[in-house]
């Protein structure tokens, strides 16, 4: 494949040394002659000076031939625009775009980019994953307003001993994988029975987070005597 | 009507005073605080520190109940993702944006928005007050540009 990156910093840089091992074409387009040069040392003539938002640049790139470009620039803006003229003008099928300020992947996807990847938000969730007192850990995103998130079921939970069929679920969510405290994955079925220690893989709506962790890790009401 | 400007350099100054001299509702966006200084004392308008493209800061300023929306900083990128978030995002009617580089106005314009480009237009008008046979000449040749625009 022919692959074009905007931005020659570090990500752009690792990028398309990564790129290139794996036997694509590269061409990294970055504005900063310095970094060009650098480039240019290290993974040789696959750098090209210049403003990768602009069309008389990236005409000079060939992008009309190019199966991709990977806008990773540390600016939101300049990225957004880098795909929509790759778009746009030369008919680029996949645009990629690095988002900077998590703020900005709804209007990123709104606008059409193919792929967002925002650095940011993995970090955090990646962090999110190792914080031991997080209750509800969400693990994708997936399109349409879904996410795949994972709980571990405390001793006390309402559902422990309980069948899933008996779990009133959140509109939207269901329960996919259970994995027992011996680390044994099982497919979740109305029949399967929650023990605490389980981790439980499920599907969820984004505003649905709240009540899925409510239905599978709320203690049982307290009995009044 | 209401008119948000981003970007508060001699132009989005301008345009800003001459917007609410006519009694148009003005809110004025600006990163540098200082650029203010470009707008006349009188001036009744809302000046808003803060970055045009920062979703915080547009619900904050109620983006989504303004009439239209134009984007006039230094940064043509800047300029047109400010302008399609207000006009795809917070649904405002009319926005336009000041691209320098010929050829994103082109392509932006030809995606719906409404665009200038500045630099085509002056680079053709330099060139006509040179090639002017005398200075009165071109002095009346540019008096002459000011008058085609209202000036």
Do not use: W
Not at chain 1, 141 to 160: K, M, Q
């Amino acid at each position: 494949m022919y692959i074009i990156v905007i931005g020659g910093g570090k990500v752009g840089f690792y990028l398309a040394k990564e790129l290139a091992e794996s036997n694509h074409e590269v061409l990294v387009i970055e504005q900063d002659p310095q970094k060009v040069q650098e480039i240019q040392d290290e993974l040789g003539d696959i750098a090209m000076e210049g403003d990768g938002c602009e069309a008389t640049v990236l005409e000079k790139a060939g992008t009309s031939r190019a199966d991709m470009l990977l806008a990773v620039t540390g600016d939101d803006e300049d990225n957004l625009i880098a795909c929509q003229v790759a778009k746009q003008r030369f008919n680029v099928s996949r645009t990629v775009a690095r988002i900077n300020d998590p703020k900005n992947e709804e209007i990123f996807r709104r606008l059409d980019v193919d792929i967002t990847v925002s650095a940011t938000s993995a970090i955090m969730a990646h962090i999110e994953q190792e914080l031991p007192t997080h209750q509800l850990i969400p693990l994708m995103r997936l399109g349409s307003g879904l996410e795949i998130v994972e709980v571990r079921i405390p001793d006390d939970s309402r559902i422990v001993g309980r069948p899933i069929r008996e779990i009133l679920l959140p509109y939207q969510s269901m329960v996919a994988i259970v994995i027992d405290d011996g680390g044994r994955p099982k497919m979740a079925s109305g029949d399967t029975i929650i023990r605490a220690g389980d981790e439980v893989v499920a599907v969820t709506m984004h505003e649905s987070e709240e009540a899925l962790r409510e239905a599978l890790m709320a203690p049982p009401p307290a009995r009044a005597f | 009507m209401r008119i948000v400007i981003m970007g508060c350099g001699r132009v989005g100054a301008a345009l800003a005073t001459e917007f609410s001299r006519e009694g148009n509702d003005v809110t004025v966006l600006d990163t540098d605080p200082t650029a203010f200084r470009f707008l006349p004392d009188d001036f009744t308008g809302q000046k808003v520190i803060g970055n045009g493209i920062d979703p915080d800061l547009l619900k904050k300023i109620h983006l989504e109940t303004a009439d239209a929306f134009v984007s006039a900083t230094r940064g043509d990128n800047r300029n047109v993702m400010a302008a399609q978030v207000a006009k795809h995002i917070y649904g405002v009617k009319i926005v336009a944006s000041r691209v320098f580089d010929p050829l994103r106005e082109e392509m932006y314009r030809n995606m719906g928005l409404r665009t200038i480009n500045p630099t085509r237009v002056q680079a053709k008008r330099l060139k006509r007050v040179i090639e002017a046979p005398t200075d009165e000449d071109a002095s009346e040749m540019a008096r002459e540009f000011m008058k085609q625009d209202g000036l």
